[in-house]
């Protein structure tokens, strides 16, 4: 035990204290990184920077696990405990990786260039800049999807970053400080202590699910006047939640939720939404009015205003939708040096972590795949020998033949709430699904091993064990 303490030690210790590295080389090409989420991150750590120089640009300078931001709402996880930095990543590879904390506002694929700028509170006196690529991956994710649903922007909380896991706490938090306000009036107390979440899918569903934890976990024991008041609502616009699980764990799950107290309506449609209320179209296609205190919206992605723009400049091959056309390689439909992955992209896959990051991987694989054919070509270009030159030119011809991607699903996974979770698995040539406390553990352990870092691991258990001794943290 002593032996393994101390090793752990040594690796968190060690991992901190990267030694220094070698400075870009101008005879190399240069991969520029857009994003540090998913996709990008998994490229990072594969990619072989002997072979590229490589420059990473995205808004913020860490890595954020967020299969795991619904548990930060409510405080079941800490927000410091799933982030890592990028320069985590960076600093220990082989040769210098820049990283610059700004947001990618145009590409330039005639003239091969990005326009950065810092858009972050503190400015210098220079904040755009302009960096050439001779190779660019794309992988700065999606935006959230609102339909051009009037008010959603102005009044709803969203969950992708952060910052958004941040708002929603503080948010929750002051509804119910406000609903236990002096004389509050009733109906404004059900206004102020009806959460709705719009969307059904993993996300909308884990979000209520936590809620619904640190309703019954805590907030019975600090606010027993006020939450027995405290609602939940989830709407669906589809017959059903969790359309990619299987029929057997979406009834589970419903049935689940229907126990907890959380209300489902499906088939109903947000129209609008205002500050203090929003107009649905139920099942039956009658209007009616849903007070609200806390809207959190999580109805998918759409792509970002960079990404549009980019479209825009190729309109025989791509069109303004949800992501990027990319073929079989993760090349984007009309560039033959820039590659878009992750929710960035749209592929035949859904868009989930597993596969930005597989993605990102093979990304790395394929880079490596480059550099070794311009090295034999030109290798080749200066060969006299005939007989070196034709063995040359037949692996040249193999190493051209890249393969094209491949994604393995590992399975889906969701938190529904008490302590139960369900799994849809790829067994053999089968399926299992499971739901339960049993899968629940199971969940746990995924996610765990899944965790960027042993510093990420160890953070992420210890918040479990803290909330289960001493409860979650009802401060604002
Ligand atoms: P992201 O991870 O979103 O990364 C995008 C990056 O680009 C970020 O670093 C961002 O700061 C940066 N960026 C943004 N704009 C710019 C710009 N203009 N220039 C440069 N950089 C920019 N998937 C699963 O498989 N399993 C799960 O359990 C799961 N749970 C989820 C829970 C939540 C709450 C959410 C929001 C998503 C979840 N997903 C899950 C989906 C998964 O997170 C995404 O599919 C994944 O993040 C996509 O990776 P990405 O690299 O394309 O984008
Ligand atoms: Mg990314
Ligand atoms: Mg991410
Ligand atoms: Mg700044
Ligand atoms: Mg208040």
Redesign the pocket.
């Known amino acids: 035990v002593v032996g393994g303490i101390a090793y752990s030690g040594y690796v968190l210790w060690d991992a901190r204290h990267p030694p220094l590295q070698a400075p870009f080389d101008p005879e190399k090409k240069t991969i520029v990184i ?8 998994s490229l990072l750590k594969s990619i072989d920077t002997d072979l590229y120089n490589v420059v990473v ?4 300078n860490y890595f ?1 696990f ?2 795991l ?2 548990s930060c709402t409510v405080g079941t996880v800490d927000i410091r405990s799933i982030v890592e930095p990028t320069r985590f990543i960076t600093r220990h590879k082989t040769r210098e990786v820049k990283v610059f904390e700004a ?3 145009e590409i330039d694929p005639v003239n091969k260039t990005v326009t950065i700028a810092d858009n972050s509170e503190i400015k210098g006196s220079v904040n755009t800049s302009t960096i050439p690529y001779d190779y660019l991956v794309i ?4 935006t959230n999807q609102t339909f051009g649903i009037k008010g959603v922007q102005e009044h709803a909380l969203f ?2 970053e952060v910052w958004d896991a941040q708002k929603i706490r503080t948010r929750l938090m002051d509804c119910i400080e406000t609903a236990g306000f002096p004389e509050q009036a009733p109906e404004e107390i059900d206004r102020l202590l009806h959460m709705i979440v719009v969307g059904g899918g ?2 909308g569903v ?1 979000y209520a699910a936590e809620l619904h934890d640190f309703l019954v976990e805590d907030l019975t024991t600090w606010y027993p006047e006020l939450a027995g008041k405290l609602k939940i609502t989830l709407i669906e616009a589809l017959p059903n939640v969790l359309p990619a699980f299987s029929k057997q764990l979406i009834d589970y799950t419903e049935a689940s939720f229907k126990e907890q107290n959380i209300t489902i309506h499906t088939k109903t449609m947000v129209k609008e939404v205002h500050d203090k209320d929003i107009t649905i179209q139920q099942a039956d296609g009658s209007l009616a009015k849903m007070p609200y205190g806390l809207l959190v919206w999580a109805t998918g992605n759409t792509s ?1 205003p ?1 990404v549009r723009n980019l479209m825009s400049k190729f309109p025989a091959t791509q069109k303004v939708g949800r992501g990027l056309v990319v073929d079989d390689w993760m090349r984007m439909e009309g560039s033959d040096d820039i590659y878009a ?4 992209s749209a592929s035949k896959y859904a ?6 990051s597989q993605q ?1 991987k093979y990304l790395a694989r394929l880079f490596s795949q480059l550099a070794l054919r311009d090295h034999l070509e030109q290798d080749i270009a200066a060969m006299t020998n005939e007989e070196e030159k034709q063995s040359k030119l037949r692996r040249l011809a193999k190493v051209r033949n890249v393969k094209p991607f491949h994604y393995s699903h590992q399975g889906s ?2 938190y529904i709430g008490s302590d139960k979770a369900i799994a849809d698995l790829p067994w053999g040539s089968g399926n299992v699904a499971s739901g339960g406390v049993a899968t629940y553990v199971f969940w746990r352990s995924v996610y765990l091993s899944n965790l960027f870092s042993l510093r990420n691991r160890s953070l992420v258990a210890t918040d479990w064990i803290k909330k289960n001794v001493l409860g979650r943290d009802i401060s604002r």
């Open positions: 857009l994003g540090s989420g998913w996709g990008s991150t640009v995205s808004p913020r954020l967020t299969p931001l619904p947001e990618c506002t992988g700065v994710g999606a969950l992708k993993p996300t884990e970002r960079v992955i992750g929710d960035a868009p989930t972590a597993q596969v930005a990102g996974l969701a």
